[in-house]
Structures are given as structure tokens and as C-alpha cells.
């Protein structure tokens, strides 16, 4: 059978909407050139002029977006003012070290310090003042991490960090505030009361002072309990129902901790501290309440 001849006039060209193949005549392919060729020279600069402009558009770069090397002169000039943010506070702080040392030894009573070196005092004072130091300088340094960070961060996650940001320091200075008026005298009465007539103390200035900011420190760390417990549920990760539920080993954790942190063997003190946790645990449950979570 004889092979047929091909038309010259049709072409064959592949369809892109399937795998099968649309025959285009050549006078089809003339009438598009003749549509082509009738646009204006005017509407082929106007094409040419938007696609320009939308070209530069894509390639200008957000006003908003800092580069990598732009964020480091950030972050060094964060850290400079942070750094500046702790000499001012340390230098106010040794105008107020004498009267905070007298007010760290109220508690004791009429118990006696000494020093066992030339050089127990200085490092004492120097000690202390570095601590008032950090607690003055902490709610600015928090702030320029808050705002380094706040750029990169969606409107769900600042409405986290900014709880923490103001809250964490009202928190920590209620914590140690709560642990001088509250836990500090009935342990050290119970100390002082027990030595009676065994031996008398001489207590060393360096290990009082220690001891003191110590259980400050940690009383404050605890009464953070719920700005984490509010950082959580603004994740999504806990609820106030989830909460509720697991009450029971939440006051026992509370005396746990109470356990660890009271070092006199009263129950007393353990108690006090047990009650304080367990109190902020369930303002916690009442604030998500409040917001719904």
C-alpha cells in the first residue's frame, strides 16, 4: 500500500492540554502573525514600560528587611547598651550596698557576724553589690532582648513575650520580697532558739549573706510559676481545664519544692512556702480563665 503524501500546507505541533497532537493550518498560523502584527506601537511600549516597572518592583528590596550584617551592628549595639545598662546600675549600686547589707542581717536578730579574712568584707560587699547590679539592670536588658527579637516575631508570640518581659521582674521582686517577711525570720528564730545553751553562734558573714540571697533568689525564681504557666497556654500547649485537673500534683510538687528550699526541719516554714506555690498556681488557673484559654 503507498505511503500517502504530506500536505505542505498543515503542520503538526503538540497540544499542551494532552499528549495527542492539533493540526494547525497554515492559514491559521498567517491570520495570528496578521493579529500580532496589528498591535500599535504605542500599546507595545505600555507592555514593555509595566513589565519594567514590575520587574524593578521585585527586585527593590523591603524597606523592612535587614540583612545579616545589619542585624549583627543590631545585636552589638543591643549588647553595648545592655553592658552600659550594667555599669550604670553597678555604680548606683554601690551607693546602696552598706544600707542593703544592714537590711539582708535584720532578720537574724541579735546574732554576731564575723570574718575569718582581711579581705571577707570587701569581697562581701563587692558580691552584694553585683546582685543589686543585675536586679536593677534586668527589666532594661530584658527590654532590648524584647526588642531585638520582636521583628521576628507574629502578633500571637508578642502577646507572650510581653507578659514576660513586665511581669517577670514584679514577679521576682514579690518572690523575694515574700521570702524576707516570710520564710527568712521563723527559720532563723528556729536556728538561733536551738543553739541556746549548746554553743553560741558566731556566724560567718560571707555564708549568712550567701544563704540569704539564696533562698531570695530561689523564692523569686518560684513565683515565676505563672508566667510560664501563661507562656503555655498562650501556645496552646495547657489549658485551664487541662490545669484543674492535675491539681493534686501540683500542690504536692509545691511541697517538694517547699522541701528543698526551706533548709530548717520545721513544718512551719515548708508550709508557708507549700501555701505561697499553690496559691500561685491556682491565680494562674483564674487569670487563663479570665483570657479565655
Known amino acids: 500500500m503507498a505511503d500517502k503524501e504530506p500536505n505542505p500546507d498543515t503542520n503538526f505541533e503538540p497540544d499542551l492540554s494532552g499528549s495527542k497532537f492539533r493540526a494547525i493550518t497554515s492559514a ?8 500580532d502584527s496589528d498591535l500599535q506601537p504605542s500599546q507595545s511600549a505600555e507592555l514593555g514600560q509595566e513589565l519594567g516597572q514590575t520587574l524593578e518592583a521585585q527586585s527593590e528590596p523591603d524597606p523592612h528587611t535587614m540583612t545579616v550584617v545589619e542585624h549583627l551592628d543590631e545585636l552589638r549595639w543591643r549588647i553595648i547598651r545592655s553592658v552600659g545598662y550594667l555599669a ?10 552598706k544600707d542593703v547589707l544592714r537590711i539582708l542581717e535584720k532578720p537574724a536578730g541579735n546574732m554576731e557576724f564575723q570574718a575569718l579574712s ?13 546582685y ?19 521583628p521576628g516575631l507574629t502578633r500571637n508570640e508578642k502577646r507572650i513575650v510581653s507578659p514576660v518581659v513586665f511581669g517577670s521582674p514584679i514577679l521576682f521582686c514579690c518572690g523575694a520580697v515574700f521570702a524576707y517577711y516570710c520564710l527568712l525570720p521563723p527559720m532563723l528564730n528556729f536556728f ?13 558573714l560571707d555564708y549568712y549573706i550567701s544563704l540569704v540571697c539564696s533562698i531570695l533568689l530561689y523564692m523569686g525564681l518560684c513565683f515565676q510559676i505563672p508566667i510560664v504557666i501563661f507562656t503555655l497556654a498562650m501556645a496552646g500547649l ?14 504536692f510538687g509545691s511541697g517538694m519544692v517547699a522541701c528543698v528550699l526551706t533548709p530548717d526541719p520545721t513544718a512551719f516554714s515548708m508550709l508557708i512556702v507549700t501555701a505561697a506555690l499553690t496559691g500561685l498556681y491556682f ?8 483570657f479565655g484559654k
Do not use: D, H, M
Open 28 to 35: 491559521e498560523a498567517n491570520s495570528e502573525s496578521e493579529a
Open 88 to 97: 550604670a546600675a553597678f555604680i548606683t549600686a554601690l551607693f546602696l550596698t
Open 118 to 130: 582581711i579581705e571577707e568584707p570587701l569581697l562581701v560587699f563587692f558580691k552584694v553589690a553585683s
Open 132 to 150: 543589686l547590679a543585675l536586679i536593677f539592670a534586668s527589666p532594661f536588658i530584658l527590654f532590648e532582648i524584647g526588642r531585638f527579637v520582636a
Open 192 to 204: 538561733g532558739n536551738f543553739s541556746q545553751g549548746i554553743s553560741p553562734i558566731n556566724q560567718r
Open 238 to 251: 495547657v489549658t485551664s481545664k487541662q490545669l484543674l485537673k492535675v491539681w493534686r500534683y501540683a500542690v
Open 283 to 290: 491565680v494562674s488557673i483564674i487569670l487563663l480563665k479570665l
